[in-house]
């Protein structure tokens, strides 16, 4: 079993910044890549940012220039730096892996969310 804790979120006014941290513990043999996802209501889940175990990032073109992720040296905790934040991001966000536990199979694995309201 893979368990990804987050922290960070809260509300913020439009052009602030927040920082969303995100852990993943457990039956982890290798992370393919570590990202967020949001949703915000009455929309579909989607892709903020990702980035593989390698380094190798990858953004939305909304938040592209806005938004930093990074992972650490172990590869198991991603760190999600958003800048020039605006109402638009207002959403549940997720954190998510792409691991391979001791089944030998990879498996995508979600954190529980957490809200970021941005105020115009």
């Known amino acids: 079993q893979v368990e990804l804790v987050e922290s960070g979120g809260g509300l913020v006014q439009a052009g602030g910044s927040l920082r969303l941290s995100c852990g993943a513990s457990g039956s982890i043999v290798s992370i393919n890549s570590m990202g967020w996802y949001r949703q915000a209501p009455g929309k579909q889940r989607e892709l903020v940012a990702s980035?593989?175990?390698?380094?190798?990032?990858k953004y939305a073109v909304s938040v592209k220039g806005r938004f930093r992720i990074s992972i650490d040296n172990t590869g198991k905790n991603v760190n999600l730096q958003m800048n020039t934040l605006k109402p638009e991001d207002t959403a549940v966000y997720y954190c998510h892996a792409d691991a391979v536990g001791y089944t030998g199979f990879a498996f995508d694995y979600w954190g529980q969310g957490t809200q970021v309201t941005v105020s115009s």
């Open positions: 980035i593989t175990g390698g380094g190798t990032p």
